[in-house]
């Protein structure tokens, strides 16, 4: 029965325009709907990744409980645990294939205990300093509390998979995991270093635990984004309106200030080889060669005449496809020379907000805001969450999945 | 420490000419009561607590503390959950101009993903509904602000948020007085010079030799009584025999409700033989300045700010005096910042007091501990000092 109204959905919507087809494969609430529909797509798309554990928390009063779900492919439960301890907290890291359990000792000490996809224990260490993250690549940096000041002299350990000592890092107190990425073959990650005592420092680890590069940009929000093979990181300093282009071995090969030296949050992406830049900015695009650093082409007038704004940028099929999503749900698709081939909006909903000015609280309602976009392959998803956790935290409780290709 | 160029100065003045305009508001809603259960500058295992904790057991919408503020931006960690940066504005009809602080909001299980980095906002939530850590909100005020604007970029530079009009606690229930628990004199041979110390014990207080399996400084530790102040009969003593130099460490604590745990006090005050004021209305008499204050508004930074102090002015070198959030040790005289290898003793104003300068005699000393209720709790005690191999009761006696 579901096979057939997914059927009678899918056919109703199908946007084709003359050079591109946008079809909505599936919207879902239900991680088994999902995984299966990943299964039957892997091989096509093989950098879908099912759902395998999700997390989920209550505080009551002075106690947190924890339940945790473990999920096969196929998307059925494996088991389910319920951990309940006013001490411990809980985290699953983006690549969704461990948890890491931290719980408060007596002093200073902190116990953490990973556990696999399959709830077995990994590894765990009672002498970890606050909490420990995982950056994705089989390695582990221990992180301070962001109310403890870092500086030059603090000595963060690295571990490696099976909780042993490898190395360490210096001068600044965690990774900020909102800001962290890792290339699809996973040979490094990068980071962004919180808490830090001097300049935010971005740092490549490789697989080993060595620093390979490290690169220190003065304060202002900062925003990690890579291309899928690797070989082009990006940073985006908000504080001087820049997006700084780094080679795989930390050398800078493009610096670009698209809106003007002043700050701006700017939203980019990379092709997936690298080789072709989109950014954008409030309701302007701006799309570049890598290669040469030109700007290829701008688009400071469609989004104007709809007033929107842009909240994530993506590029599909090596750059072919140019991907942006707006506040307001819309989808516009441009082509490589800037040429609009479709608008959609995707239709989130609204949500009330409480705004407090001199101590009045009026609500206001607005267009909800709790979603982030991936493209994986041919397939833009968009996935919705509750009360505010963001990607890094969360596969998200409802997907929308596109499939944009060429008619 | 550095002095202040003009150009320091000039911000300095533009700093406190905004803020004494600015409105500041509790960062939590609904304000269901004004109290914190961690305060500024506790000592937390290698650091100062560099803001305050509100206790927020349930579902709250945080708001930043001035109306209108610039979005920094967020981070997140497994252990401190969301933090969230904000650049502090003032408001003037439509005008909106940035003033040189922040403050930084941590704990937050969700925060409100309409926001923008690097946008003003007017009133607008920085997280709705959201639960907390360990069932509070840290959240702390900055200056400079967080970012750069004026290209002081230095976010170390904490200061207490009590120190804003609407932002201290408001609390009915904190009637409880600061509690002064022990007085510890360091008896360690390498600080004391020839002297031994000793309790004199003749009023049968809890007074003890203090030895931790870890070091091997004894300490010597006194009961502090409940009651003190105006009655020099009951105080108990300390004698001191020979020419020393003494350390003297006080662990005191603020209880704010008897449901959190407890806080570091506001200040506390060391009044050293004349200097005591007599009696409980007197205590802030400002003629009867005190020798030496821990007063926790500001820490250190390079602007040279009123009321600096060092990390040292709480102990927490070795045990068996660690603190952490809920044990807190206070140095009752200014630490050693010269390192010249003296722990730099008590109550002189030339930095410390060494017995060869005293004659032989009582000496008494009164000690003040005040929460930011304005609640005091003072304790006195008399140290003797004693050069010759006799000891003279009848003068402590006749004191």
Known sequence: ?407 | MRTPTASYLFILCCFFSFSSAQEYSWPLYPVLERYCRGTFCEYRSGHFHEGIDIPASGSFTVYATTDTFKYIGNSWNAEDQYIVTVQHYTQSGSSQWPLDEGSRYIHMYNINTTLSEGEIYVGEPLAVNTGFLDIHLHFEMRWPAPVGVSGLENIFNAYNPFIKDNLCPDDPDDDYKPVLDYLYADGDVDHQGNATINSWNFLGYDFMNYYDSTTVSPFIRLTLPTESSGNDLDDPHIMISGNCKVRFILKAKDEVTSGYPNCAPYSISLFFADQIPFGEDELYDPEKTPFHQVKFDELENEFGQNETYDEEDVYHTESPLVSDQSTFYYRLYPHDKNGDGYPDCIINPSRYLSTEGLQNGQYPIRIVVTDYEGNTKTADVHFYVRKQNWVDYCRAFNY
Request: with cysteine.
């Open chain 1, 1 to 407: 029965m579901r096979r057939i109204i997914f059927a009678m959905f899918t056919f109703i919507f199908c946007l084709s325009w003359a050079e591109v087809k946008v079809e909505k494969v599936l919207e879902t609430t239900s991680i088994k709907e999902y995984n299966q529909w990943v299964k039957q797509n892997k091989v096509k798309c093989p950098k879908l990744e099912p759902i395998l554990i999700q997390s989920s928390h209550e505080i009551r009063g002075v106690l947190r409980q924890y339940t945790i779900r473990y999920y096969n492919q196929n998307g059925e439960k494996l088991k389910e645990e319920t951990l309940q301890d006013s001490l411990l907290s809980i985290y699953v890291p983006f690549t969704n294939d461990r948890l890491i359990l931290r719980k408060k000792l007596q002093g200073d000490a902190n116990e953490v205990t990973v556990k696999n996809a399959e709830g077995q224990v990994l590894f765990k260490r009672d002498d970890i300093r606050t909490h420990l993250a995982y950056t994705g690549i089989g390695v582990y940096v221990e992180g301070l509390s962001a109310e403890c000041p870092a500086d030059e002299n603090t000595v963060l350990r690295i571990f490696n998979e099976n909780g042993q000592e490898i190395g360490t890092l210096r001068g600044f107190g965690f990774i900020n995991l909102l800001n962290i990425c890792a290339p699809n073959d996973r040979r490094y990650c990068v980071f962004e270093g919180g808490n830090p005592y001097h300049g935010i420092p971005v740092i490549m680890l490789n697989r080993t635990g060595k620093e390979l590069w490290r690169y220190e940009i003065d304060r202002g929000v900062i925003s990690l984004f890579i291309s899928k093979t690797g070989l082009h990181i990006g940073i985006l300093h908000s504080n001087k309106g820049k997006i700084l282009v780094f080679d795989e071995n930390g050398n800078l090969v493009q610096e670009y200030t698209p809106f003007g030296e002043n700050w701006y949050w700017i939203l980019s992406a990379f092709s997936d080889d690298g080789q072709w830049l989109v950014t954008g900015f409030h309701s302007k695009v701006k799309f570049y060669n890598n290669k040469t650093g030109a700007l290829v082409w701008e688009d400071t007038v469609t989004l104007k005449e709809k007033a929107d704004t842009v909240k994530y940028v993506h590029s599909m099929k090596n750059g072919d496809f140019i991907i942006v999503l707006c506040n307001s749900h819309n989808i516009y698709v441009f082509d490589t020379t800037g040429k609009l081939l479709l608008v959609h909006n995707f239709r989130l909903g609204k949500h009330l907000i409480p705004r407090r000015i001199h101590g009045t609280v009026t609500e206001f309602e607005v267009l909800t805001q709790n979603w982030y976009s991936d493209v994986i392959g041919e397939y833009l998803i968009i996935n919705k969450y509750s009360n505010g956790v963001s990607g890094a935290r969360t596969q998200g409780d409802m997907k929308i999945i596109y499939r944009i290709s060429e008619p």
